[in-house]
């Protein structure tokens, strides 16, 4: 890759990345079950791109293939939302985001045994750097005091769902625009959280314009711009480096809640942003061939 187009696709990872971090803000704005508002954060976009995705699917011509890793990508990240969001009904926000984290792990393995990918040593200490990182912003002391019940083992499993999101959308993103797979996967995914939604009776409208508003900008912003931008990218930067950097999504998050929502940060969670920063660097230090 040449340097002006990876500066290019730094800089989309980047805004991805801040798109994303507000997602935890919109969420807890809208006041709804983490379900109902992941349903609206993918049919939001999904709605919005549905005249020139189809066009453009219309204009593709020959294997059709590539369209099922689309829709695989798609039920894989609906699966990923269900799952953190019923962890964090259950055991509350910190452990299962907390587990929910590990998908670069399950990411780096996932490369290494699919793809063949050499993960040299400086990967997995940086990666072991970033994810001590987000445990210090997302509390330490519950790092240590994880119990596996059931939210746990839920939050978990999402993680492994969201790994496997990354490693199908590397695969996918190959043969498919990103507008293409984009729109693909998001009519996937807002079916199957419909459809989640309604087995168990969540509620799906009458809400405030507060909350509305909220559940819009999680639609625009976080899904519409953030995954959007990480899709572009997945089809330029192997998915290690792509889910390793979207650690730094709680220190996002910790920096925004200060001004957002009257959020103080506190030092161990300073430290803990610092941790991140640094492991994610030697992350991509590592695999730009730099060792």
Same mark, same amino acid.
């Given at each position: ?35 109902? @508002? ?12 549905? @005249? ?46 907390? !587990? ?10 996932? @490369? ?18 970033? !994810? ?17 019940? +059931? ?11 969201? @790994? ?29 959280? +419909?459809?989640?939604?309604? &087995? ?14 909220? !559940? ?30 979207? +650690? ?29 920063? &640094? ?13």
């Amino acid at each position: 890759m040449e340097s002006r187009d990876k500066f290019l696709a730094y800089l989309t990872l980047f805004i991805g990345l801040i798109a994303i971090g507000f997602s935890a803000i919109f969420v807890r704005g809208a006041g709804v079950p983490g379900t109902v @508002a992941s349903f609206y954060r993918m049919a939001i976009p999904t709605i919005i791109l549905a @005249a020139p995705s189809i066009k453009r699917l219309r204009e593709r011509k020959g294997n059709r293939l590539p369209l099922r890793w689309a829709i695989f990508g798609g039920l894989v990240f609906a699966l990923d939302l269900a799952f953190w969001a019923s962890g964090v009904v259950l055991s509350g926000a910190t452990i299962p985001t907390l !587990l929910a984290n590990t998908a670069p792990v399950w990411v780096g393995l996932g @490369a290494l045994l699919f793809f063949r990918e050499e993960l040299p040593r400086k990967f997995w200490f940086g990666l072991a750097i970033a !994810l001590l990182g987000t445990a210090l912003v997302l509390g330490l002391e519950s790092f240590g005091a994880i119990s596996f019940d +059931l939210g746990a083992l839920l939050g978990l499993i999402a993680g492994i769902f969201y @790994a496997a999101y990354f490693l199908i959308t590397q695969i996918g993103r190959k043969s498919l625009d990103v507008l293409s797979y984009f729109w693909v996967s998001g009519v996937t995914a807002t079916t199957a959280l +419909l459809i989640f939604n309604l &087995l168990f009776n969540q509620p799906m409208w009458g809400f405030t314009p507060k909350t509305y508003f909220n !559940l819009v900008a999680l639609g625009l912003i976080s899904q519409g711009v953030g995954v959007l931008a990480i899709n572009y990218v997945q089809g330029l930067l192997p998915a290690t480096i792509v889910s390793t950097t979207l +650690l730094g999504q709680p220190v996002v998050t910790a920096l925004l809640a200060g001004p957002l929502l009257g959020e103080k940060l506190q030092p161990v969670q300073i430290v803990g942003g610092a941790a991140v920063l &640094l492991g994610v660097y030697i992350v991509h230090h590592s695999r730009t061939g730099d060792r």
